[in-house]
């Protein structure tokens, strides 16, 4: 499917989601172009994968000390 129907499309869901309203096409063409962009962003990035230090239920190593014994912020 190429780029400017996808967009066609989601402006579609995007304008039948906040009820029909009469008038706003541009706007959502332009939120239908955004959404496109940024999924076309990540799929360049690759998928994203989960940190396998962080699991259920666990919480991130945020605190330490840097190089000079000091805690850090």
């Given at each position: 499917m190429d780029r400017e129907e996808r967009i066609r499309q989601r402006a579609h869901e995007i304008w039948e989601r906040e009820g029909r309203p009469q008038g706003r096409e541009r706007e959502?063409?332009?939120?239908?172009?955004?959404?496109?962009?940024?999924e076309g962003s990540e799929a360049e990035r690759g998928p994203v994968v989960p940190d396998p230090t962080v699991g259920a239920g666990s919480k991130p190593d945020t605190g330490g000390t840097r190089d000079n014994g000091k805690p850090t912020p």
């Open positions: 959502h063409w332009d939120q239908a172009v955004q959404e496109i962009e940024a």
